[in-house]
């Protein structure tokens, strides 16, 4: 099954509105990534973060990697109809020797205007 | 410009027969992947490739092959062993610590 669990599965948000989605693994990550799939189209990274408790932000958005390294968060402030998309987290365990990733079944966000 | 290219865009399949998916980078990436995609499922893991003639199975490799004889192409064939083969198909490219690069993907339907 899904190692790396996401929540929530949908998202619906009024235009202007923030929100946040929310990534959980089991065992430890030695990293984690976002993607971004828009309808119809194919995942595009977004970032990566590596270190416990590291924080980065692409304009409206903030990606935070936990102090445990099990978790992780995307917050979109003020949306727009271009953040419409599903975001994939995906991470690599710590454990696995070589590193592929396994990705989280993803946040389906759609936007209201 | 570098990137992944997937062929075909869509492709139809009959019950019974093998169909061969194709994927080419022009990175310079030493490994390459195949994901599945089913609603609601996320990306599942098919095989991928570290190198040159390696690859290893991924969480679902039952009903499908690959072959890595180049750098640059990592084919994907869905054989007739594969009960469900219906999905979106991605291949991707890059290491595990930088971010991957997606193709465009290949629709396989059962006709």
């Not at chain 1, 968060?73 to 396994?102: E, M, R």
């Not at chain 2, 039952?62 to 469900?84: H, I």
Request: hydrophobic share 30%; aromatic share 12%; with cysteine.
């Amino acid at each position: 099954g899904q190692q790396v669990m996401q929540i929530p599965q949908y998202q619906h948000v009024q235009e202007g509105e923030d929100f946040t989605t929310y990534c959980n693994s089991s065992t430890t990550l030695s990293n984690i990534q976002w993607y971004k799939q828009r309808p119809g189209g194919h995942p595009v990274f977004l970032i990566q973060l590596v270190k416990s408790g590291e924080v980065k932000k692409q304009k409206r958005l903030t990606f935070q990697f936990g102090e445990a390294k099990k978790n992780s968060s995307l917050h979109i402030t003020a949306t727009q109809t271009t953040d419409v998309g599903t975001y994939f987290c995906a991470g690599t365990k710590t454990t696995d020797s070589w590193g592929k990733l396994q990705f989280g079944a993803g946040t389906q966000v759609v936007v209201t205007p | 410009d570098g990137g992944i290219t997937q062929s075909p865009k869509y492709l139809f399949r009959k019950e019974g027969q093998n169909v061969t998916l194709s994927c080419e980078q022009n990175l310079n990436h030493d490994a390459m992947y195949w994901y599945r995609q089913d609603p609601g499922q996320g990306l599942r893991l098919i095989y991928y490739s570290q190198i040159v003639n390696d690859f290893q199975k991924g969480d679902i490799a039952e009903g499908y092959s690959v072959s890595r004889e180049k750098k640059e192409s990592f084919p994907l064939t869905v054989t007739s062993a594969q009960k469900n083969p219906t999905a979106f198909y991605l291949c991707a490219s890059g290491p595990h610590y930088a971010g991957y690069t997606f193709g465009s993907g290949t629709r396989l339907t059962v006709v």
